[in-house]
């Protein structure tokens, strides 16, 4: 499983976009990359996932360069409610167990 | 639809105790993980179930067993409880073909003394 590097915390205000960068140098052809957010005592929730170039959904865009061995999570104009802390996973969806490897995370700060 | 639940939601131990935490779900999931998360850290993964009638070990297997008997259901177990056992645990699943996407429960925080 690929090991990935996220910054620790990040701080934003409201309504402003925020951008979280994930690197991750050793992925595998067959690995997608994966966000989840976390609030305080709750299991994470799954955001969004992709394989390369652009992916949006209703609530994130997940932008992954040609050699993916980075990629960035984009939440367009974070509310308070947007505190929380964000993992980037890399692994192979249709591998045998389906294991998710977490990180440290990045924790997301929105202020007023 | 309930989605997955956990029970207990909170429990103390003593040193050298036993107990049992059950992770239930209602979607029919083949997939199946515990994982345990330390304060301030992301989630380490205990034990993990392909299917119903099987397990396997994850990155923190040591002290913990794990059964699968009910395709819906994964137990915990903790035979003799020790102090760096205290976490909060989340059960997780996942089901479809292609889908990556897993389902965490509400979390149960155990403390053992």
């Known amino acids: 499983l690929a090991k990935t590097t996220q910054p620790i915390s990040m701080d934003s205000y409201e309504g402003q976009e925020v951008n979280i960068t994930c690197s991750h140098n050793?992925?595998?052809?067959?690995?997608?990359i994966t966000w989840y957010q976390q609030f305080p005592s709750q299991g994470p929730r799954f955001i969004i996932q992709?394989?390369?170039t652009k992916v949006t959904n209703e609530v994130a865009s997940l932008f992954i360069p040609a050699d993916r061995k980075s990629s960035t999570l984009s939440l367009p104009r974070v509310s308070l409610s947007d505190t929380a802390v964000y993992y980037c996973?890399?692994?192979?969806?249709?591998?045998?167990?389906?294991?998710?490897?977490f990180g440290s995370g990045t924790q997301l700060t929105v202020l007023p | 639809n309930a989605g997955v639940t956990q029970t207990p939601k909170f429990r103390v131990l003593k040193t050298g105790q036993s107990m049992t935490l059950l992770c239930a779900q209602d979607?029919?999931?083949?997939?199946m993980y515990w994982y345990r998360q330390d304060p301030g850290m992301g989630l380490r993964l205990i034990h993990y179930?392909?299917?119903?009638?099987?397990?396997a070990k994850g990155e923190v297997p040591d002290g913990y067993n794990v059964s699968r008997l009910k395709k819906q259901n994964f137990l915990l177990g903790l035979e003799s409880a020790a102090p760096s056992q205290t976490s909060v645990y989340f059960c997780?699943?996942?089901?479809?073909?292609?889908?990556?996407?897993?389902?965490f429960g509400p979390g149960t925080r155990l403390t053992v003394t």
């Open positions: 996973l890399v692994g192979d969806p249709l591998g045998s167990a389906r294991q998710l490897t």
């Open positions: 179930s392909v299917g119903e009638g099987t397990t």
């Open positions: 992709g394989y390369k």
């Open positions: 997780a699943s996942s089901g479809g073909p292609d889908s990556y996407e897993q389902y």
């Open positions: 050793n992925i595998a052809t067959n690995d997608y």
């Open positions: 979607m029919n999931h083949e997939y």
